[in-house]
């Protein structure tokens, strides 16, 4: 089967730095994605990784190692507006999504 | 491009009742997917169509459950005989073309089994 393991909850202050760590154990490896996913709403893409290493776009950052089974999410200057869960899913083949439990960041003020 | 669509946004049927979703892929994607997602946890894969062919589904699926996309465009997903466990999120998404990797998803079904 598959396992895509994630925190559950994490919390932090406006304008500062969280990192959202996944690892997985997956029957076929096509790439990992991060989605954003607000209460009540259709997630939405964030990131995809589909070689080793760090790939930023603006506030968020996404890093991945194949060897490891790992990636993150890194969140910078965050702000209200970040409170969400955040979907870590693994591409297992052509077509295919796999994904964890989500977890959920609360940005208080 | 308005993006996929879903409907109803919400549906409250008694247990034993059929109900039919739709969802609406953007126009140019060949790719739909229905999903599955219950309170706290990610969205589970339901089924996949590449094009009018439904080319994956998956054990979550059982009978009761039917999915068709006649003609490559927009799917339906059908549960028969309702039963509270169906409870949850029906998420679609659809891809394609130059970005094909990234799966866009709908605002989703929310069903509500009494």
């Known amino acids: 089967g598959q396992n895509i393991d994630q925190p559950t909850e994490m919390t932090a202050t406006e304008g500062a730095i969280v990192q959202i760590n996944c690892t997985y154990q997956?029957?076929?490896?096509?790439?990992l994605f991060w989605y954003q996913q607000h209460a009540g709403e259709a997630p939405t893409f964030l990131s995809y990784?589909?070689?080793?290493g760090l790939e930023e776009k603006g506030r968020f950052s996404s890093f991945l190692s194949r060897s490891k089974g790992y990636s993150y999410l890194l969140l910078k200057e965050l702000q209200m507006k970040d409170s969400a869960s955040y979907l870590c899913?693994?591409?297992?083949?052509?077509?295919?999504?796999?994904f964890g439990a989500g977890t959920t960041v609360t940005v208080r003020a | 491009d308005t993006g996929v669509s879903q409907d109803p946004r919400h549906k409250i049927t008694k247990r034993g009742q059929n109900v039919t979703f739709r969802c609406d892929p953007i126009?140019?994607?060949?790719?739909l997917y229905w999903y599955r997602q219950t309170l706290g946890q990610g969205p589970e894969f339901l089924t996949y169509?590449?094009?009018?062919?439904?080319?994956?589904k998956s054990r979550l699926l059982s009978d009761r459950f039917s999915a068709e996309r006649p003609k490559g465009s927009f799917s339906t997903l059908e549960i028969q005989r309702t039963e509270q466990g169906d409870s949850a999120m029906y998420l679609c998404?659809?891809?394609?073309?130059?970005?094909?990797?990234?799966?866009?998803f709908g605002p989703g079904t929310r069903l509500t089994v009494t």
């Open positions: 126009s140019e994607h060949n790719r």
């Open positions: 990784n589909v070689l080793d």
């Open positions: 998404a659809s891809n394609g073309g130059r970005r094909g990797y990234e799966q866009y």
């Open positions: 997956t029957s076929g490896f096509n790439g």
């Open positions: 899913a693994v591409r297992e083949n052509d077509y295919k999504l796999s």
């Open positions: 169509f590449q094009n009018e062919a439904q080319l994956e």
